[in-house]
């Protein structure tokens, strides 16, 4: 593995009374593309949150070597950290290239940004189809596909996705990780959050299984689709 | 005819002060779902400071307008510091309160406000000097002077302004975002705290200038004038959707001819001989006969109107002319 993208040491997220993750290690390597599985309620969307600086946490998280840990939220996007909110988050009354143009926000060069959204659009042609339509009028499918698009905007270096195959039909589950993998190909590294576990798996090279925040399980992706425990619990039996 | 005319002239003058003040209203509602009480008291504080200033120079010799123009661009700045240092140290601190608490808050910081003016300027009425001319052009058959004019135009340029600002640029795009998803907005690197700030200084502004025009459409200013004034444009901007601004222009504009149609006719509504004229078969020609040829309530009860309209609005359409349905923000 090479030297860790992001380093997460004794993570505990308490929000509510419910201590949400009761400490948990991990890391994601550069370019690297790394799971996050587990039952729902296990802790994973709490833990990109507190990634994210959305929710309040302790411990220590290296980021490129930086603790992050007290940095405000919006200074995340500028060093190359992005998060794509479970549900997708766009903004509904902003038009699709508007929505894009929000996740170039912290740039200032107007000819990069110009040169991404061009490369966006190639990428997800559906986008300019309907770059002037008002997001909230799009399928979910295109909500996801707008989502990681305006994430691509910002020029990610770390990019969290929380659930994107959720509420989605399996054509449009399918793309969507033919998305994720080739932002991956580019180097982009990964942290991914799923419940359809077979299918983060697959494009994962590594994976950790959550169970009532804690992490259960660390292993390679290939290892863990073989795991009698992984498939008893995540797969589906067999 | 003509008296139809001429309440239609004064409503789109009064309601483009409404609707200025109106936008303040709902851009901080649209972006924080807090409706801002206090927005009034700024108007007030606009007006009073404006007219200190025009007062003081108002002998001097210099030309109305200039004069005018620098009470204006004391008033500005002066409004948009008070706005600035509101959201800072009231409803700042109350970001993640129950939505009662700083709406209460806003209750405080407007009595707050006004025993500050009343104390800086007094109970007493201030007049607004004679150094703008007043001599009336007549138009249709309406009267209406330089002053007047120049309000309806001022306030539409400052309006389209505004709505290009948060359509067509990369702040007012900011905004927008910051109103729909704070959280997210975040996440795309918008420092919430400062659109939010930066919507309350606008906003203030907008009152400001509203402030200086209600001053000198009126010619005078005390430190009461608020109150009312702020709770017609809050029906304003209930009327035309709140959180929208398209709806708080044009809410500001129908409510302004609406109380000026009001007052122009509430004497003949209110008149029983007025009503047995205009009936067929001249009916209630007897309550004509017992109560005398005159209206019970003159153009003083015009404020009835503003209020008349918030309660249909709120019983019958509560999303308002062009709000989205409530249940959809939910």
């Given at each position: 593995m090479k030297a860790p993208m992001l380093a997460v040491k004794d993570l505990r997220v308490a929000y509510g009374g419910i201590q949400a993750v009761k400490g948990i290690d991990f890391e994601v390597g550069t370019g690297e593309t790394v799971c996050l599985i587990g039952a729902n309620g296990a802790g994973k969307t709490s833990t990109l949150k507190a990634l994210a600086r959305m929710l309040p946490a302790s411990g220590s998280i290296l980021y490129r070597g930086g603790d992050i840990s007290h940095c405000p939220p919006h200074a995340l996007i500028g060093q190359g950290?992005?998060?794509?909110?479970?549900?997708?988050?766009?903004?509904?009354?902003?038009?699709?290239?508007?929505?894009?143009?929000?996740?170039?926000?912290?740039?200032?060069?107007?000819?990069?940004?110009?040169?991404?959204?061009?490369?966006?659009?190639?990428l997800l042609p559906r986008l300019k189809e309907r770059r002037t339509q008002l997001a909230g009028t799009l399928s979910g499918g295109e909500q996801q596909m707008l989502a990681l698009g305006r994430a691509l905007m910002a020029r990610p270096q770390l990019l969290l996705?929380?659930?994107?195959?959720?509420?989605?039909?399996?054509?449009?589950?399918?793309?969507?990780?033919?998305?994720?993998?080739?932002?991956?190909?580019?180097g982009v590294s990964i942290l991914l959050v799923e419940q359809n576990a077979r299918l983060a798996l697959t494009v994962s090279a590594r994976g950790y299984v959550m169970e009532s925040g804690l992490i259960t399980l660390a292993d390679r992706a290939d290892r863990l689709l073989g795991d009698s425990r992984v498939r008893q619990a995540y797969l589906g039996g067999e | 005819m003509d008296i139809f005319i001429q309440q239609i002239v004064n409503g789109l003058v009064l309601g483009s002060i409404y609707a200025l003040v109106a936008l303040g209203y709902t851009m901080v509602y649209g972006i924080m779902g807090l409706i801002n009480f206090a927005h009034g008291e700024v108007v007030m504080i606009g007006a009073l400071t404006a007219l200190s200033v025009i007062n003081k120079l108002a002998g001097s010799g210099l030309p109305g307008p200039v004069v005018v123009l620098a009470g204006l661009a004391v008033a500005v700045p002066v409004c948009m510091a008070t706005g600035f240092i509101i959201e800072r140290i009231a409803y700042r601190p109350l970001r993640h309160a129950p939505r009662l608490a700083p709406l209460i808050t806003a209750i405080g910081v407007s009595i707050l406000?006004?025993?500050?003016?009343?104390?800086?300027?007094?109970?007493?009425?201030?007049?607004?000097?004679?150094?703008?001319?007043?001599?009336?052009?007549?138009?249709?058959?309406?009267?209406?002077?330089?002053?007047?004019i120049i309000i309806v135009l001022l306030a539409a340029a400052t309006m389209s302004g505004l709505w290009l600002l948060v359509n067509r640029t990369r702040l007012g795009r900011a905004m927008r975002a910051t109103s729909e998803h704070?959280?997210?907005?975040?996440?795309?690197?918008?420092?919430?705290?400062?659109?939010?700030?930066?919507?309350?200084?606008?906003?203030?502004?907008?009152?400001?200038?509203?402030?200086?025009?209600?001053?000198a459409n009126y010619s005078t200013a005390h430190y009461h004038m608020g109150f009312l004034l702020g709770l017609k444009a809050f029906t304003a901007a209930v009327l035309g959707g709140i959180g929208n601004l398209g709806g708080a222009m044009l809410g500001g504009v129908l409510l302004g001819i609406i109380e000026s149609l009001g007052a122009g006719y509430i004497?003949?509504?209110?008149?029983?001989?007025?009503?047995s004229n205009h009936l067929p078969g001249g009916t209630g020609a007897g309550l004509c006969e017992q109560f005398g040829d005159r209206g019970f309530l003159g153009s003083n009860y015009k404020d009835i109107f503003a209020f008349f309209v918030l309660i249909l609005v709120l019983v019958f359409r509560p999303s308002g002319l062009m709000g989205e349905k409530v249940a959809e923000r939910a």
């Open positions: 950290l992005t998060l794509v909110p479970e549900g997708r988050g766009v903004f509904a009354r902003l038009s699709v290239e508007e929505n894009l143009d929000m996740g170039a926000y912290h740039r200032a060069a107007a000819a990069d940004i110009a040169d991404d959204l061009a490369r966006v659009y190639q996705l929380d659930e994107p195959s959720m509420g989605l039909a399996p054509l449009m589950v399918r793309k969507v990780f033919e998305v994720v993998h080739s932002i991956a190909e580019q | 406000l006004q025993q500050v003016a009343m104390l800086f300027w007094g109970r007493n009425y201030h007049t607004f000097p004679a150094v703008l001319p007043s001599a009336p052009h007549q138009i249709f058959g309406a009267a209406l002077t330089d002053v007047q704070p959280a997210i907005a975040s996440l795309m690197g918008v420092d919430v705290n400062r659109i939010i700030a930066f919507t309350f200084v606008l906003g203030s502004a907008l009152a400001a200038l509203a402030g200086v025009m209600v001053s004497g003949d509504l209110t008149n029983f001989c007025w009503w």
